[in-house]
């Protein structure tokens, strides 16, 4: 078993940091939540990262690597996917709809649309957040269970600042496991970043199809 690595101070930082921004400023504009949730993330993890470089003194690494392979794309795929449709049973047998499905889709697909909900949660949110909770979180309390769990916590926590809701939290916490487990398993990031990627788009792409299909109709 590898022991938790160093960067528990970072990672706690990071994440009450996040949490206090995005608490104090209700009603901000999408963009600016982004980036009071990634900046204090990506500041924990590069002071980590830089303070942590050189390996422990029991050979194990700080921090879960930043790679990816073909094998990370096609199993973090399946993973994301799988995840997408475990939550919409979740979703559709406690509360009878898809939870925001339907709310992100607009008509006029301006710039700041594209930004803010493509480019953002399907691109930039999974990298950011897979090098925060499962690169520095999860090894700082632990590459087992207990980080994973652990993380996870973390994970859904931090998505639950903005408003509380039971379905949001239950969903949070299993894909926060999930992702936990392809890091430790893998050693590397590569396939929950893809996972997180292709869950957060197959919302977007959901949304997108149902609004249109009620727009035509």
Partial sequence: ???????????AAGAIVAVLLIALTPGIPTWAGYLFLWVPLIAAVVVA???????????STSLICFGITWMDVLVGAFVGLLLRT?????????VGYVTSSS?????????????TAIIAPVLCAPIVEELFFRGLVLPAIGRNWIGIVGSAVIF?????VTGFHPI?????????IAFGIL???????GAS????????GSLIAMSELGGMAAFSG
Avoid: Q
């Avoid at 990262?49 to 050979?59: C, K």
């Fill in 1 to 11: 078993m590898i022991p938790p690595a160093r960067g528990r101070l970072e990672a």
């Fill in 183 to 189: 890091a430790v398993r893998t050693g590397r990031l």
């Fill in 168 to 176: 949001t939290a239950v969903s949070t916490f299993i894909v926060g």
């Fill in 156 to 160: 859904s926590t931090v998505h639950l």
């Fill in 86 to 94: 475990v939550i919409i049973v979740i979703e559709l047998f406690r």
């Fill in 49 to 59: 990262a830089r303070r942590r470089s050189a390996r422990n003194s029991d050979g």
């Fill in 103 to 115: 709310s992100m889709f607009r008509v006029d697909h301006d710039l700041l649309w594209f930004a």
């Fill in 193 to 200: 970043i893809t996972a997180h990627m292709v869950y957060n």
